[in-house]
């Protein structure tokens, strides 16, 4: 049974640092793994989609990278804002998890001015 | 191009009811899967439908059932509903179910 596990569960932060979240799996025959950005009370935001070929995706001042064989992949925010506050989920699919996202427990950031 | 849209937003209902609960998937993809968010919790996978069929099931009771439409849209039914029914429930949908998901706003019941 796939298990997705963020470190750490909450993060804060001032304004302007650079900051790394964590995201590890336990079946490494994954399809693809996918960030998300969730605001209270609301839904899940896209932010990146790794595919397990890949290494790496970077969406402006977002960086992913996946390393498949040793079940992590980390999120690199850059510059951090009082608008990236939010929490960040981190989910595989395949493997054991065919066909639906397995989903870690979020990391939740705070950054303050 | 429209995006995952659920409705209602917001759902109370008492005990033992049973609620209905839509979701309309993105222009052109034909798969879409539900998930029940819990409080403080990450989602949990409830089912996935692709061209109208059942694909791919979570841990949820026989009282957790779904449609797919022609039209890809989708339905989540919940019959005899339990306090701990109360979540945050999102729809996904996606080109196919390996592809990139994406969510709905959510729809969130409180079962009182």
């Known amino acids: 049974k796939q298990e997705v596990t963020q470190i750490p569960a909450a993060l804060s932060v001032p304004e302007g640092e650079n900051l790394v979240l964590n995201c590890s799996f336990t079946?490494?025959?994954?399809?693809?793994l996918q960030w998300f950005r969730q605001d209270p009370g609301k839904g899940l935001t896209s932010l990146l989609l790794?595919?397990?070929?890949?290494r790496e995706q970077t969406s402006g001042r977002l960086n992913a990278s996946l390393d498949k064989s040793s079940g992590r992949s980390t999120l690199y925010i850059a510059a951090s804002q009082p608008g990236d506050s939010a929490t960040y989920l981190c989910?595989?699919?395949?493997?054991?998890?065919?066909?639906?996202?397995?989903f870690g427990q979020g990391t939740i950031l705070t950054v303050h001015p | 191009e429209t995006g995952v849209t659920q409705s209602p937003t917001h759902l109370i209902k008492t005990r033992g009811q049973q609620v209905t609960l839509r979701c309309s998937s993105q222009?052109?993809?034909?798969?879409v899967s539900w998930y029940q968010q819990a409080l403080g919790q990450g989602p949990q996978f409830i089912f996935q439908?692709?061209?109208?069929?059942?694909?791919g099931r979570g841990n949820f009771p026989p009282r957790f059932s779904g449609l797919q439409f022609p039209n890809y849209s989708s339905e989540l039914n919940v019959n005899a509903l339990e306090l701990d029914d109360s979540a945050l429930y999102l729809c996904?949908?996606?080109?196919?179910?390996?592809?990139?998901?994406?969510f709905g706003p959510g729809t969130r019941l409180t079962v009182l």
């Open positions: 996904a949908s996606s080109l196919d179910g390996l592809d990139e998901q994406f």
């Open positions: 079946d490494s025959a994954i399809y693809n």
């Open positions: 790794i595919q397990s070929s890949q």
């Open positions: 989910a595989v699919i395949g493997g054991t998890s065919y066909g639906k996202l397995t």
């Open positions: 222009s052109g993809h034909n798969t």
């Open positions: 439908y692709y061209r109208e069929e059942e694909n």
